[in-house]
């Protein structure tokens, strides 16, 4: 199983983006896929997934701002961002479960 993610980049404060995380191997329909970011010198946290029941859910922090999608047919799974914040800053994986990790895609709000 491999994830491929892309689509970070500079953003000002207030913006949007939208990352993307193409899978092979396993399809993204079935279990649970996610994202989780990892700030320096943070741990990783998980900021938003598809349950293995199918429901959507977020972490606190981003409720709200962020959402998830996933395109069954591309195999592919989203995380479009908004009312980007410089917290938001960090380094953005994939995840397949049980362990399949996407390489991550920087994130970086400033302006």
């Known amino acids: 199983v491999q994830l491929q993610a892309s689509g970070g980049g500079l953003v000002q404060p207030g913006g949007s983006l939208t990352l993307s995380c193409v899978v092979s191997g396993s399809s993204v329909g079935r279990g649970a896929v996610g994202w989780y970011r990892q700030a320096p010198g943070k741990e990783r946290e998980l900021v938003a997934w598809?349950?293995?029941?199918?429901?959507?859910n977020y972490a606190d922090s981003v409720k709200g701002r962020f959402t998830i999608r996933r395109d069954n047919i591309k195999n592919m799974v989203f995380l479009q961002m908004n009312t980007l914040k410089p917290e938001d800053t960090a380094v953005y994986y994939c995840?397949?479960?049980?362990?399949?990790w996407g390489q991550g895609t920087q994130v970086t709000v400033s302006s």
């Open positions: 995840r397949l479960w049980p362990n399949s």
């Open positions: 598809f349950s293995s029941g199918g429901n959507s």
